[in-house]
């Protein structure tokens, strides 16, 4: 199994920054990618970037140019650098963990999220 721990959300005013960490444990060593999604207040719950186990990483549309993901194995920890917050970026931020099962993939490996508030 793989436990994932957010933290670093907050509140802060619009052209702002943040960082959120993902502290990951566990079978560690099946993990395929991570990710951060997100959850804004009455919407459907959206991936924000993903990093693979070798490093490649993807950024949705809405996030290019201003959040980076990273992740450092040493420390099992992932990280979103959050910069140039809108209030649109108002949402619940999840950690999540793809694991590789004996032939397939699980996704459904969450954390329990980390507000993150962005005021006008």
């Known amino acids: 199994q793989v436990q994932l721990v957010e933290s670093g959300g907050g509140f802060v005013q619009a052209g702002g920054s943040l960082r959120l960490s993902c502290a990951v444990s566990g079978t560690i060593g099946s993990i395929e990618s991570l990710g951060w999604y997100r959850q804004p207040p009455g919407q459907q719950r959206e991936l924000v970037a993903s990093?693979?186990?070798?490093?490649?990483?993807d950024y949705a549309e809405f996030v290019k140019g201003r959040f980076t993901i990273s992740r450092d194995n040493a420390k099992n920890k992932m990280y979103l650098q959050m910069n140039s917050l809108k209030p649109e970026d108002t949402a619940v931020y999840y950690c999540n963990a793809a694991v590789g099962r004996f032939g397939w993939t699980d996704y459904n490996n969450w954390g329990r999220g980390t507000q993150v508030t962005v005021s006008s």
């Open positions: 990093i693979s186990s070798g490093g490649n990483t």
